[in-house]
């Protein structure tokens, strides 16, 4: 049997150490009877103990992975949180899903209550913080080592669950408390950088979704809320037949490998040695599948035949286009009972209010800039989240 590495590939200078295997029941604070625990059975806490205000009750979906996910707010009584105080959690302790997805994920629990309840598919874990760092034991959980060790034990098929004591049996190697508070203190900070990038890139998106609304007329309106100087004349309703032209994809297997992109509804896909659209850029939307998210197809390209392929007619903008693109609801308009589509027939059906060429430009150009700063940012992000998945590879074992 191959022993085991005792030490990472990339580490800290003044470090060498091995390290030592443990559990992770191991880290846990003994002074805590309660230090490792699971959530109340779902007979012990019910919809009908859910209250407006109290003590808020952690769910699977407040868990994210590495992060904590405020979107879901349920509470329950102070009585009842009392009645089960060995579910209780505080800020700074993690908390662990015993669910996918994914499954063993954890997060910090913070300051934003004095405390909280756990529901059923949590786990809490106090850790011993004169011999173990916070931060150091997170990341290990929530890295590819310990997640794949927890998934070779979980169990279920259709969705993967752990338990407590599967859970808090699974090994995992610990160096010494200085070396885990150099590499606890380096993830905390990457890992505040790329929440930073992320909150940045979220603002944007919802800032554009804030133009879209304003620079478009609202139903009943010809005119939008939101102008460029200078423009006053009412905007005119038309059917997308008489802006775009609608193409279909085609199959591409015949084709050679080569330098011409080819677009399916999720992106881009592949290469090959033809184009379908050799000069004209185009705005992609699918027929088949995911039909509500159109994007830019730069010539010259090739798109298969789920995705329709959208060209501008004379005196109309590209870029002012896809912006409209991008606001309608294209869900309203599938046609299918089961797997979402649309037809060339629909989407030319369908009603757009439009301005001058002049002011089609400027709007155009403006979204152009702000889809390109999002682009970017969305960039910067993934680079980030590429070199932490590097960084966890050489320095976990």
Not at 54 to 72: M, P, S, T
Not at 92 to 119: C, F, N, Q, S, V
Not at 350 to 356: D, G, N, T, Y
């Amino acid at each position: 049997m191959k022993e085991r590495l005792k030490a990472p590939e990339l580490r800290f200078p003044g470090f060498t150490d091995n390290w030592e295997e443990r559990k992770l029941i191991d880290v846990k604070d003994n002074e805590d009877r309660y230090s490792y625990t699971g959530g109340p059975f779902g007979s012990d806490l019910k919809s009908s103990d859910y209250t407006e205000i109290g003590v808020r009750i952690i769910q699977l979906q407040n868990i994210g992975d590495g992060k904590f996910v405020n979107d879901y707010k349920i509470y329950t009584s102070e009585e009842k949180a009392r009645s089960l105080n060995s579910n209780l959690i505080y800020p700074g302790e993690i908390i662990i899903a015993k669910m996918a997805d994914p499954l063993a994920r954890a997060t910090i629990l913070p300051k934003i209550e004095p405390k909280y309840l756990m529901a059923s598919d949590g786990i809490r874990l106090k850790i011993n913080t004169d011999y173990f760092d916070n931060y150091y034991i997170l990341t290990l959980i929530n890295s590819d080592v310990f997640r794949k060790e927890a998934l070779n034990n979980s169990t279920g098929t259709t969705r993967k669950r752990i338990g407590l004591v599967t859970l808090g049996n699974l090994p995992m190697m610990i160096p010494s408390f200085e070396e885990q508070k150099k590499i606890g203190s380096f993830f905390k900070q990457l890992d505040d950088i790329i929440a930073l990038h992320q909150r940045k890139l979220d603002l944007l998106k919802e800032q554009k979704k804030g133009y879209l609304q304003k620079m478009f007329p609202k139903n009943g309106e010809k005119v939008p809320e939101l102008r460029f100087e200078g423009f006053t004349d009412d905007w005119e309703l038309r059917k997308l037949d008489k802006i775009i032209d609608v193409h279909s994809g085609r199959d591409y297997k015949h084709l050679n490998k080569g330098n011409i992109p080819v677009y399916g509804t999720g992106g881009y896909m592949l290469s090959v040695n033809e184009a379908l659209s050799e000069k004209t850029d185009a705005i992609g939307i699918g027929r088949k599948g995911t039909i509500d998210k159109p994007y830019l197809l730069k010539a010259p390209f090739w798109t298969v035949d789920t995705l329709f392929y959208a060209t501008p007619q004379t005196n109309i903008d590209l870029q002012f286009t896809l912006a409209i693109f991008k606001k309608i609801n294209w869900k309203k308009y599938d046609e299918s009972t089961g797997v979402p589509s649309l037809s060339k027939s629909v989407i030319n059906n369908v009603f757009a209010f439009l301005p001058s060429f002049k002011e089609q430009k400027k709007i155009g150009s403006f979204f152009q800039q702000l889809d390109d700063t999002i682009t970017l940012h969305q960039r910067k992000l993934d680079l980030l989240k590429e070199q932490k998945k590097g960084y966890l590879q050489k320095m976990f074992i």
